[in-house]
């Protein structure tokens, strides 16, 4: 049984999200990456070696939720990756990129679960939070049991809770922001090396830290099963969360870097400390009031982020790759509720053993980072084979700037991967990788197997019509302007390999000049995509282009 024929045999995921719900799911997801994580990227490189790593990491995952949209609305599954990988090349494909996922998901539940126990001890114990560890457990626990006992009880739900708690995260960013932006000095961001000792080479290290702001966004587009209209629910859901998300990590890093030295914005819980500097002991309550916030954006986040695992661990059960019990939905309320428990017992186990593991935060997050772009790059293959082999499937809905904007996502994640290379503990990182990818492959083998004759047709996909893709209808001017630019600054993520790793290269400038150039080339291309992905998102916009291109698709039919 493959992934898209699971619906026949199995009770479906109930359809009751609205694009208000897509937008708090996306934003709730990655709204933790705003209070910790994020800092680790500063270290040995600085504020605007960082701040150039963020704004090319926004500019892949604006890209990249446009173009899984297009895949989301042309399999409005639960399966996610696992029906895109199925239906291109088959069991092995589809179960990769849905382990990729699992994995991603999972690691990033693990370490927001942990920065929830870390908050919790901060506000005990200020001075020393490392002297309170039953305190770190047990809220961690409390999180995991509270919200498996909330998703478990219905998706309408948990939804209108993750909802109000992402409003709440973003009202603790906009107390940071302006308690932040009293003491804000630009001298502290733009210094003298501007982009610190390590040069270009510090972009290229902080990457992967940057991956933190957004990672797991993608988990919004699962829920395509659970909406009624996914054809403008999921894209238009997803962009908002995108436009909120790029506003508040431009804030967040340059109102932190910019009040405080960033050497100092060190630990688990950088924004306490930037407003705790800032205050410089006055108003205490405002220190507390902001701490007590918080922990909204970090259970938002664990809250969209079981949302996302349990999903993917319930499609490949329900697929067959996984232990079939995984697959069941409750019978009255339609929740993956075995998925839900498995999850949370992983997560409750690692907030355990991390009392033994002090770096278990930066490893969860760096193994995420990495599960992520597996499966980002394998998508991207899907989708340029999909529109080729199966152009009926995106009749509803077509990414803008449909054949850059995939090339974009995988250019960048090529380039991240690099960035992993220098850590100092790269070792530890892919080792802890091969490992879990080794673990699903002996998943596959003991429950996958007997899937591989089942969904051979579904590979091929003979059904299908051998004829290309139809364009997605006119391009607007603003379109024809925006594609040169993005190819443009397709070059930055290859002048930076060049000039970090053979930096005795002549270079045409000073390194101030240069960051100056970069930042003003990738702002330009995020700005562009950005209203780009606006204009293409609006209700009017949207049915229209579905008329085109149906259109287009009746005249090749003939």
């Known amino acids: 049984m493959s992934a898209i024929q699971v619906e026949k045999k199995h009770?479906?995921?109930?359809?009751?999200?609205?694009?208000?719900?897509?937008w708090a799911l996306g934003v709730g997801i990655v709204v933790s990456g705003q209070y910790f994580g994020w800092n680790l990227g500063l270290d040995g490189n600085g504020p605007v070696a960082m701040l150039i790593a963020s704004m090319i990491i926004c500019l892949l995952f604006l890209g990249w939720v446009l173009t899984l949209a297009e895949l989301s609305v042309a399999m409005p599954h639960a399966d996610g990756p696992l029906a895109y990988g199925e239906r291109t090349g088959g069991p092995w494909l589809g179960f990769t990129m849905a382990w990729s996922m699992l994995l991603e998901c999972l690691f990033g539940m693990i370490a927001t679960a942990l920065a929830t126990g870390w908050y919790m001890a901060l506000l005990a114990n200020p001075e020393n939070p490392r002297d309170e560890p039953s305190l770190i457990i047990l809220s961690g626990l409390a999180t995991v049991a509270v919200f498996f006992v909330l998703h478990a009880w219905g998706v309408r739900e948990q939804s209108v809770v993750l909802v109000l708690m992402t409003y709440a995260a973003l009202l603790g960013l906009l107390l940071f922001w302006g308690i932040s932006a009293a003491d804000f000095s630009a001298e502290r961001i733009w210094a003298v090396p501007v982009l610190g000792d390590k040069g270009w080479r510090g972009v290229l290290d902080a990457a992967p830290f940057a991956l933190w702001w957004l990672i797991n966004i993608e988990g919004a587009a699962l829920a395509s099963e659970e909406t009624a209209v996914p054809f403008q629910t999921i894209p238009r859901g997803l962009v908002l969360s995108m436009l909120t998300i790029i506003t508040s990590i431009g804030l967040t890093l340059l109102l932190g870097c910019g009040s405080m030295p960033w050497q100092d914005i060190v630990g688990d819980y950088p924004l306490a400390k930037v407003v705790l500097h800032a205050l410089n002991g006055r108003y205490p309550f405002l220190?507390?009031?902001?701490c007590g916030i918080a922990l909204f954006g970090l259970i938002a986040s664990y809250h969209g982020l079981l949302y996302s695992t349990s999903r993917q661990l319930f499609s490949l059960g329900r697929a067959g790759y996984l232990p079939a019990v995984l697959g069941k939905a409750h019978a009255s309320r339609g929740t993956p509720v075995v998925s839900l428990f498995a999850c949370s017992l992983v997560a409750g186990c690692f907030v355990i053993a991390s009392v033994w593991f002090k770096e278990a935060i930066e490893l969860a997050i760096l193994v995420a980072g990495l599960a992520s772009l597996v499966w980002y790059i394998l998508a991207?293959?899907?989708?340029w084979t999909l529109r080729c082999r199966?152009?009926?499937l995106f009749s509803h809905y077509r990414a803008p700037l449909a054949r850059t904007l995939p090339i974009v996502v995988v250019g960048f994640s090529g380039f991240v991967l690099l960035g992993y290379i220098g850590k100092s503990n790269a070792v530890e990182i892919f080792l802890i990788a091969a490992v879990l990818y080794l673990a699903g492959l002996?998943?596959?083998f003991v429950w996958g197997r007997r899937q591989?004759?089942?969904n051979d047709s579904m590979a091929m996909d003979g059904s299908s019509p051998a004829f290309a893709i139809p364009p997605p209808g006119r391009k607007s001017i603003l379109e024809l302007f925006t594609a040169p630019v993005l190819w443009l600054t397709l070059l930055v993520p290859g002048w930076i390999i060049v000039a970090s790793f053979w930096p005795q290269l002549p270079r045409f400038s000073s390194d101030e000049v240069e960051a100056v150039i970069v930042l003003t080339l990738i702002g330009l291309s995020l700005g562009l995509v950005c209203l780009v992905a606006w204009l293409h998102t609006q209700p009017r916009q949207v049915t229209k282009t579905i008329l085109s291109q149906a259109e287009s698709h009746r005249e090749n039919t003939v």
């Open 11 to 22: 009770k479906p995921l109930q359809k009751k999200l609205r694009v208000i719900d897509i």
């Open 287 to 290: 220190w507390h009031l902001f």
């Open 380 to 383: 991207m293959f899907c989708l």
């Open 390 to 392: 199966s152009p009926h």
């Open 442 to 444: 002996v998943c596959f």
């Open 452 to 454: 591989i004759r089942e």
